[in-house]
């Protein structure tokens, strides 16, 4: 039986519709982003952790999100170059989605369902971040403050 988390679909930045079964034996990181949050630099470790583990089946997918203190304000030209020069961001980045609310996209619905954080079924802020293993199981919810490299052996053990 096929992972619901494979039944998804989203825009990618440059609004290329994406199916998640694409990912189908991938260990994916879902992330929520913003250009201009404390927490921006994370982009920069979530890089490194891509590029040192792609060859072994990680995938990252940003989400950026306008949600949390207008720190992402840009439209979809203005998040890529953003990314792509200030941090040389090569994972997937998608098109700006809500993560909470009546607009939520429906990835997000689910995350949050299945790994509901400290305060519930919402996301509290920029950067949260959501493990999926090969199986398409969402298996850890990673707070905003949780830098890259502290998850490193979780990701390593799982992939």
Known sequence: MKAPIYDFKALSINGKEID???????????VNTASKCGFTPQYAGLEKLYK????????ILGFPCNQFGNQEPGDEKEIQDNCLVNYG??????EKVEVNGANEHPLFTYLKKELPGFFGKRINWNFTKFLIDKNGVPVKRFASYRKPRKMEKRIVRIL
């Open 52 to 59: 040192k583990y792609k060859n072994k089946g990680l995938v």
């Open 89 to 94: 961001v090569t994972f997937p980045v998608f």
């Open 20 to 30: 998640f079964s694409t990912y189908e034996g991938k260990t994916l990181l879902i």
